[in-house]
């Protein structure tokens, strides 16, 4: 196992550069799914009040 | 030119939002247990270089996120295309949903070139050489794209101008395949996509290839769900989106 992690020596170059990759594969799921869920909500309080968000936005002005 | 019919319904939000909805896990699930078996096929079992020792290692993750990066730029670029010369919304969003993803890939295949140059070239970065310079020109083009989009207010306005730059920066991704055909570089020739055999033992290749697919997927899967997000963004406040939300809150 701790030649596993060893790696010969290289240890600190192949973990770092997976770990770098894994946190980037991450990102992108963590950014996908919030831009997901934000739009879903907005699109549930436009529906909860019944009116287009566009002209609403326009009138409160 | 005309379009087929079936070429239509791409272009009907609802019926893409709920595609991409049922096929988004599918390939997600697929890609997450390609990415892993590939990892601890590379990792664990597959033989250390006879000349780099383990250090090649990277092999399994770099060119296969550096491939995730132009494959997204091409995509972005024609799916630009198409929403520039047919005014097809959709395809706008795509090419937006492309362009986060492939900047954040292209940024992790530079890291990870930079983390191998060091044991193996001695320098982490070598600025003239040519396909780390377009590899960096790629992650440009990409931050370009999105910074030219945020300064537009109008979204059709950002669409039209973006795709132009998309389209015009599509040149960079065969200069970046070429490259080290063409130019003398410390980056290493084809290994993989050679006339004749690829030079790379089958213990080696097999995790190599299993990585390829699992990052494709990873990627596809990336992509349908960030498109879903902006459709729902491009269109809120229409009657689909709200009989939607409707029909699953109820």
Not at chain 1, 30 to 41: G, I, Q, T
Not at chain 2, 71 to 97: D, E, N, P, Q, R
């Amino acid at each position: 196992m701790s030649e596993l992690f060893a790696m010969g020596g290289d240890g600190p170059y192949v973990w770092s550069a997976y770990g770098i990759t894994l946190a980037v594969v991450i990102w992108n799921v963590w950014s996908a799914r919030a831009r997901l869920k934000r739009n879903l909500r907005a699109a549930e309080s436009v529906s909860a009040t019944d009116e287009p968000t566009r002209r609403a936005k326009v009138s409160q002005l | 030119m005309k379009l087929p019919l079936w070429f239509h319904r791409f272009g009907s939000p609802p019926y893409v939002y709920g595609l991409a909805n049922s096929v988004a896990p599918w390939l997600g699930g697929a890609g997450l247990i390609l990415v892993a078996i590939g990892s601890y096929l590379g990792l664990a079992v597959a033989p250390p270089d006879y000349l780099q020792g383990d250090v090649y290692r990277i092999i399994y993750i770099h060119p296969q996120t550096a491939y995730v990066g132009m494959m997204a730029y091409t995509l972005m670029a024609v799916s630009a295309g198409i929403g520039f010369i047919w005014h097809i919304k959709l395809a706008h969003a795509v090419a937006v949903s492309a362009a986060p993803i492939g900047a954040s890939f292209t940024f992790c295949a530079l890291v990870t070139g930079a983390i191998w140059g060091r044991p193996t070239w001695g320098t982490y970065w070598e600025w003239g050489d040519p396909r780390l310079m377009f590899e960096l020109l790629l992650l440009f083009l990409f931050l370009g794209y999105l910074a030219l989009r945020a300064s537009f207010d109008e979204r059709d306005k950002a669409d039209r101008v973006s795709a132009v730059l998309a389209f015009v920066g599509i040149v960079n991704v065969p200069i970046i395949h070429y490259s080290v055909l063409w130019w003398n570089t410390l980056h290493q020739g084809p290994t993989i996509s050679r006339l004749d055999a690829p030079a790379m033992d089958t213990a080696m290749l097999v995790p190599f290839l299993i990585m390829v697919a699992g990052f494709t997927a990873v990627f596809y899967w990336l992509l349908l769900r960030r498109l879903q997000g902006e459709i729902l963004e491009r269109e809120q406040g229409t009657r689909w989106l709200r009989d939607f939300v409707r029909g699953t809150a109820a």
